[in-house]
């Protein structure tokens, strides 16, 4: 099973700021990695498809990249309604999919 | 309005069973392949089970293979799991989310219901 491996696990950031979230897979996962909001009490939410392909309504400011092992997740000003929990996910070579653990981006 | 709403869950005892539901709308159901995914309270998320677009085609993950079983009917726009052998490692809000592509199993997903919370419990 591949293992995705998240950091940091929380991220203190300003609003008006970037937000720079990091995402690892165990072993190559090509580009079939997925981004996930999730705020309190709610279902998770797609960011990013594809590695870097924004799903439908997704702002611009949000943006991924990587391939193979390493991902990024980038928030290029931060909203006070974007300070929530990121996972990321790989989907390559279903079954199983997985996610990392999760990074609590809160405000500093 | 596209949407999935769950069902089913509840207070179970330790080896006992449960079956789940999900009811989508404002979609092609059979066009899409399905999951479940479930996050024990306080924690991170984890994929259950999928299945493809006809059923011919199922997966689930390690901590289930054997006890759990994923279904869906077509003609009720309705996705199903039955879970036997109940642990307490499986008390957890399980959401049914769709597929973000259709045809084959892709494995992202890009409609989640709000969830149903199975309790194990003696």
């Known amino acids: 099973e591949i293992v995705m491996t998240q950091s940091p696990a929380t991220l203190s950031v300003s609003p008006g700021e970037r937000a720079t979230l990091s995402c690892r897979a165990s072993?190559?996962?090509?580009?079939?990695l997925a981004w996930y909001q999730q705020k309190p009490g709610q279902a998770p939410r797609l960011l990013i498809y594809g590695a870097s392909t924004r799903a439908t309504g997704i702002p611009a400011r949000f943006s991924g990249s990587g391939s193979g092992t390493e991902f990024t997740l980038t928030i290029s000003s931060l909203q006070s309604e974007d300070f929530a929990v990121y996972y990321c996910q790989q989907y390559n070579n279903w079954p199983p999919c997985t996610f990392g653990q999760g990074t609590k981006l809160e405000i500093k | 309005e596209v949407q999935l709403v769950e069902s089913g869950g509840g207070v179970v005892r330790p080896g006992g069973s449960l079956r789940l539901s999900c009811a989508a709308s404002g979609f092609t159901f059979d066009d899409y392949g399905m999951s479940w995914v479930r996050q024990a309270p306080g924690k991170g998320l984890e994929w259950v089970s999928g299945i493809n677009w006809n059923g011919g085609s199922t997966g689930y993950a390690d901590s289930v293979k054997g006890r759990f079983t994923i279904s869906r009917d077509n003609a009720k726009n309705s996705l199903y799991l039955q879970m036997n052998s109940l642990r307490a490692e499986d008390t957890a809000l399980y959401h049914c989310a769709r597929d973000f592509t259709e045809g084959a199993v892709a494995g992202a997903f890009d409609i989640w219901g709000q969830g149903t919370m199975v309790t194990v419990s003696s």
């Open positions: 072993q190559s996962v090509s580009s079939n």
